[in-house]
């Protein structure tokens, strides 16, 4: 899936004096304070991490508060999406006028009604509602199908995105995968005019 990158970084972290005798652990715990939040020193969210210790050893940092400088590599997993990438995401609520899912079970992502193209329409089923195309009746959108969408927008702060399924890349994963030839030879008519703006790890 786009949208996901490996950095390596150079980190020092600072940790209070206390904490000497349980190094590894008081780092652990450190970069797990990291998780799931959109860094601007690394350019995405932070993942995952793992980290090579070069040395239990600190160096004292003088101050009001001395503390422990720890010098550290390691890998980090991103998550930092795009304008016009291809994403997937869980369909988890569908309304007559959108579609709500979450990719990597934490950034929500919302598709509008006019980022819906006009093959797909609304149907509530044994109370259920889904999206059928109408080009092909086994291609659904319900809760729980895996989407693949076109990247708007991302929200850096609340990691939220706003997505499209204007084109014909994007639909059901799982239909799309068995019926590739059937989508990228669809009738462009079938189509909404659209813009989609914007050009070993620790968990």
């Not at 008081?26 to 040395?55: K, Q």
């Not at 997505?163 to 799982?174: E, F, K, N, Q, W």
């Amino acid at each position: 899936m786009e949208g996901l990158k490996e950095c390596e970084a150079n980190l020092v972290v600072h940790l209070h004096p206390s904490k000497a005798k349980s190094v590894s652990e008081a780092i652990f715990s450190e970069l797990s304070n990291l998780l799931f939040t959109y860094s601007e020193t690394f350019g995405g969210v932070v993942l995952a991490y793992d980290p090579n210790i070069r040395s239990n050893l600190g160096k004292v940092l003088p101050g009001i508060h001395p503390h422990l400088g720890i010098s550290l590599k390691a890998r980090l997993l991103l998550f930092n999406p795009k304008p016009n990438m291809l994403l997937e995401g869980e369909v988890v609520k569908i309304t007559p006028q959108s579609i709500h899912a979450v990719v990597l079970g934490f950034s929500s992502v919302f598709i509008g009604d006019e980022d819906i193209r006009n093959d797909f329409k609304h149907k509530i089923k044994s109370g259920k509602e889904e999206y059928i195309s109408q080009s092909d009746k086994k291609h659904k959108i319900k809760v729980g199908t895996i989407l693949r969408f076109v990247v708007k927008s991302f929200d850096q702060d609340i990691l939220h995105i706003v997505g499209s399924i204007a084109d014909d890349r994007t639909g059901c994963a799982l239909w799309m995968d068995k019926n590739s030839d059937k989508w990228t030879q669809s009738d462009s008519t079938t189509r909404k005019t659209k813009n989609v703006h914007g050009e070993g790890f620790q968990s």
